[in-house]
């Protein structure tokens, strides 16, 4: 009887022991603000469209921890009509506002390249605001084999 | 912090330039534990600052989300002779600095 019942005790320590390196340890500062209230902060509610946005990922990433990903607007970047910011949003990471980029129009194009961890597969969005006040986005589809960001190690 | 940067050589005036930078850094996400099992505390440059003859031209605010070693590549045009000057820091407040010398014909 007492022995039964140590073994049952010692099975849930073993348990929780091997359980215990997967607890994610997760930052103070994330958060459950979805993708959506985020985009509506930087558009104050206004309309987003789609197309004039091109936003290149590669279909299938390997590795999660290195994405390369390409935002191209049409856009003619004179004074009077430019790209003011472009946004990216990748809703299954833990922090989905990947990055703000700022431009202007001495950018001359409007174009930007960079690199991003993804953690799993998933819809990439690209929100991009026009001098004129008017938002528009791209979304890409990428299937990551390795994620990034859960790699406790 | 160093960086490598790389600006299409030798433009003309009017002219579309590329520029590229590579910050050395691990951009760490704050979801890694060490050896001991202590999460490392999240670190990443968190902006960046591109001014062209002190005219800021490209601003970026990143997260965890960029990858280790963050690469950029943004465009400008060449509108004289001068300096670029980069300017990043993260999030212990490590601050880097970069200027390229750029010349501009026609």
Same mark, same amino acid.
Request: charged share 20%; net charge positive.
């Given at each position: ?99 703000? !980029? ?32 008017? !938002? ?18 | ?28 996400? @704050? ?74 014909? @026609?």
């Amino acid at each position: 009887m007492l022995k039964n019942i140590y073994r049952r005790g010692f099975l849930a320590q073993l348990l929780a022991v091997c359980a215990w390196p997967f607890a994610p340890a997760r930052g103070a500062d994330v958060g459950s603000e979805s993708v959506e209230a985020m985009v509506r902060k930087v558009t104050g509610g206004a309309k987003v469209e789609t197309g004039r946005v091109k936003l290149e990922l590669p279909v299938l990433a390997d590795n999660g921890n290195s994405v390369s990903l390409k935002v191209n607007v049409d856009s003619p970047m004179t004074p009077a009509n430019y790209v003011k910011s472009i946004h990216i949003y990748a809703a299954r990471n833990p922090r989905p506002n990947v990055a703000n !980029f700022y431009l202007g129009p001495r950018a001359g194009r409007a174009q930007l390249s960079t690199r991003v961890r993804l953690g799993g597969s998933q819809r990439v969005l690209a929100l991009v605001a026009l001098s004129d006040g008017t !938002f528009w986005s791209a979304t890409a589809d990428v299937v990551v084999t390795l994620s990034a960001c859960y790699d406790a190690t | 912090m160093t960086a490598r940067i790389q600006v299409t050589p030798n433009p003309k005036r009017g002219d579309v330039i590329e520029i590229r930078i590579a910050i050395q850094h691990p951009m760490e996400t @704050g979801f890694r534990l060490d050896d001991g099992g202590r999460a490392i505390p999240k670190n990443v440059v968190n902006k960046l600052v591109c001014r062209y003859n002190n005219v800021e031209i490209f601003r970026a605010e990143m997260g965890s989300g960029i990858a280790a070693n963050p690469f950029l590549d943004f465009f400008t045009v060449a509108e004289a002779s001068g300096e670029l000057v980069f300017d990043w820091v993260d999030d212990q407040g490590q601050t880097g600095s970069e200027r390229v010398a750029l010349t501009v014909t @026609g």
